[in-house]
């Protein structure tokens, strides 16, 4: 049992439980789960709302698991809303089945139905999370998913003492789908948070909050590691602890070099792990994140989360403005430079296994659109800019999900009508990007276009920012893959510069890009996965608007190249 300062329970925090860190001693484990999808009463902001949760709890269940084990989670919806679920970042090696986004490995699981994830950690170690990916559901249903080092191995950096995963979200004072229905409806963006979480309390910077601050207990000398997630639908974060540097030790379940900083910027969709050492006057020390917002005048959530870092044996605090927890400092929020320098200090631990060859040399543009009404729309409809609909494309695609089978099953099942692979190498028309865009390449076109892959293509995609409507930072996630992140840049990128800012000796590894507000970032990855893998911006309100497509990775040779066959209990359109 932990023992805490009296003075969390005086204030009524909630007090986090850090897990210690015990190693198993078992050999790979099969982890069962049963998942309720279900309407709860969640009260935030003074208000009471039926909000979607996984058993009742917001956030979800954390999972815990050794690389090598296997999860089986039987998922059952007693919501009035189609659901499924993602393991955000989980390779799901030759499983692409139990990926989850809907339209694309599955069909949703309608009221009342079930389905049971299985699936398998392979070679992934370090913080991951799942979450419903199917319209906004994700916005509660949501959790963190621990990959605990194998059987008998142990961290690459000194045992932390306790580790603890912190859930950083985004709440509306409303209920998310009828904020994404009123977008969608409209042709608008739709309406910003009202605050964002930590463990799924706002903090006491908001009205009604106070009471319920999450709470982190340390002991003084003592090294923790931090989980970090960003669960947020539609804003990057910056994540600071008062008085503490943390030293960096690992994102989206890959190491990386140890680097101490004081501030981190994760993107939705991104994980950071960092260690934090308690070795500041015992006190009690506000963690906090707030917005980085790339967008120039685009309206965003500019309000601040907290929680506590408090020292056990910190003097409790006296009634009264003196009781304030030390402050933190964030930086501001068009902060580029500070984003871009924690973004470009990530570097594997060691010389990584780079693909040098390429088969496969991709370009693909990433970019919001503005789509004209025609002659005769209800203005309701065109309540985007100037009264137009907002758009996004890839490579001049606007994204749209097939309704009658998923992409996967018409892939694997040979049927045609659902989808075509002819998503282009590069853009259909070249521009300046990232200049002043004229207004005739504003709007793209919608599409169900794939880029077909060979098993074990080795790809190198350079994704590009546009400036068309604005330029922003675009978190770019792509299902079944981990990839190297050899560069990023500012403007256009050009192939014959550019490429000497190429990182092939250590990149990072990860599973969501940022691209860089008008700029662009170049990633690689080997194509040994099977199946049809989504790529999209993790912005939701950009997905909405079609800002993705997928790559479709034919069978190799032989069972363990390809695809296995679909579960018995996979749900039909
Ligand atoms: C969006 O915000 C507007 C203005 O505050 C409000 O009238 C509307 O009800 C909100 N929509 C939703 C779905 O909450
Ligand atoms: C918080 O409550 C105060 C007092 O009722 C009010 O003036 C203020 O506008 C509220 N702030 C927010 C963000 O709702
Ligand atoms: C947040 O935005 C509101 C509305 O635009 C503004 O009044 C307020 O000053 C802003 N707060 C911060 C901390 O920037
Ligand atoms: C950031 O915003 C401030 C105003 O809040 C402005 O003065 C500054 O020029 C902006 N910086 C950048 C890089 O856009
Ligand atoms: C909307 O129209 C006005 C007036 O024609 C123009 O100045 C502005 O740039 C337009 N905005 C967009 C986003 O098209
Ligand atoms: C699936 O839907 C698409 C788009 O509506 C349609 O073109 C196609 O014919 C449908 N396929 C089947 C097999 O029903
Ligand atoms: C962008 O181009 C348009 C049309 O060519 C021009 O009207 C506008 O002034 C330009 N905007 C900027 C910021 O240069
Ligand atoms: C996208 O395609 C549409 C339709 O062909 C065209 O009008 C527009 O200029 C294209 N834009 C870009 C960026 O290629
Ligand atoms: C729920 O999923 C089914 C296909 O399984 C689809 O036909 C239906 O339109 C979906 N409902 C909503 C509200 O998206
Ligand atoms: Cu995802």
Not at 29 to 42: E, G, I, S
Not at 136 to 148: N, Q
Not at 262 to 282: F, K
Not at 547 to 563: C, D, H, M, W, Y
Request: aromatic share 10%; with cysteine; net charge neutral.
């Amino acid at each position: 049992m932990e023992t805490f300062s009296l003075c969390s329970f005086f204030l009524l925090g909630l007090v986090l439980l850090f897990t210690n860190a015990v190693p198993s001693l078992v050999d790979a484990k099969t982890h069962y789960h049963d998942f309720v999808v279900q309407a709860t009463p969640v009260k935030r902001l003074c208000k009471n709302h039926n909000t979607i949760t996984v058993n009742g709890q917001y956030p979800g269940p954390t999972l815990e698991v050794n690389n090598g084990d296997s999860l089986v989670v039987s998922v059952v919806n007693r919501a009035q809303y189609n659901v499924t679920i993602h393991w955000h970042g989980i390779r799901q090696m030759r499983t692409a089945w139990a990926d989850g986004p809907e339209f694309v490995t599955q069909c949703p699981i309608r009221p009342g139905g079930s389905y049971t994830y299985r699936f398998t950690i392979e070679g992934q170690e370090g913080t991951l999370w799942w979450h419903a990916h199917s319209s906004w559901l994700r916005a509660t249903v949501y959790g963190a998913l621990i990959i605990h080092p194998k059987e008998g191995s142990s961290y690459p950096f000194p045992k932390p003492k306790r580790e603890a995963p912190l859930l950083l979200g985004e709440w509306w004072d409303a209920n998310p789908i009828d904020v994404v229905r009123e977008a969608t409806r409209t042709g608008a963006a739709p309406n910003v948070s009202d605050a964002y979480t930590i463990n799924g309390q706002p903090g006491d910077f908001y009205n009604c909050s106070s009471t319920d601050t999450v709470v982190v207990p340390v002991d003084s000398g003592e090294t923790n590691l931090i989980r970090v997630i960003n669960a947020a639908m539609n804003q990057q974060l910056f994540f600071t602890i008062a008085n503490h540097k943390f030293t960096v030790v690992g994102a989206d379940a890959s190491y990386l070099k140890p680097f101490t900083t004081s501030v981190i910027m994760l993107g939705p969709g991104q994980t950071t792990d960092v260690l934090i050492t308690a070795n500041q006057p015992p006190a009690r020390y506000y963690i906090a994140a707030r917005a980085y917002a790339s967008a120039q005048g685009a309206p965003f959530d500019n309000t601040t989360t907290t929680a506590i870092l408090e020292y056990k044996t910190a003097p409790c605090p006296a009634k009264g403005a003196s009781a304030k927890p030390v402050s933190a400092s964030l930086p501001a929020f068009n902060d580029t430079a500070t984003a871009t320098a924690f973004t470009t200090a990530l570097q594997s631990p060691e010389k990584a296994p780079v693909p040098t060859d390429i088969d496969e040399s991709l370009f693909f543009t990433v970019g919001l659109g503005l789509n004209r009404c025609p002659s005769g729309a209800k203005s309701s409809t065109c309540q985007g800019p100037n009264g137009t609909r907002f758009a996004a494309s890839m490579n001049n695609v606007s994204f749209v999900l097939p309704s009658n089978f998923s992409l996967l099953q018409a892939h694997q099942q040979g049927i045609p009508g659902v989808f075509t692979t002819d998503f282009p190498a590069s853009p259909p028309v070249k521009f300046d990007y990232t200049g002043n865009v004229s207004r005739s390449l504003w709007q793209p076109v919608p599409g169900t276009k794939l880029y077909k892959l060979k098993y074990g293509a080795r790809v190198q995609l350079v994704l590009q920012g546009t400036s068309i409507f604005t330029a922003e930072n675009h978190p770019i996630h792509l299902h079944g893959y981990d990839f190297y992140i050899i560069a990023e840049g500012f403007g256009n990128f050009d192939p014959k510069t550019d490429t000497s800012k190429f990182n092939l000796v250590d990149p990072p590894m990860r599973n969501t890009a940022s691209v860089p507000v008008g700029g662009w970032a170049a990633i690689r990855f080997v194509a040994d996965n099977p199946g049809v893998w989504l790529l999209h911006c993790h912005l939701d309100v950009h997905i909405t608007w079609g800002l993705a497509t997928a790559f479709l990775v034919e069978n190799g040779v032989g069972e363990l190249q390809s695809l296995a066959v679909p579960p018995a209990d996979l749900p039909a359109c």
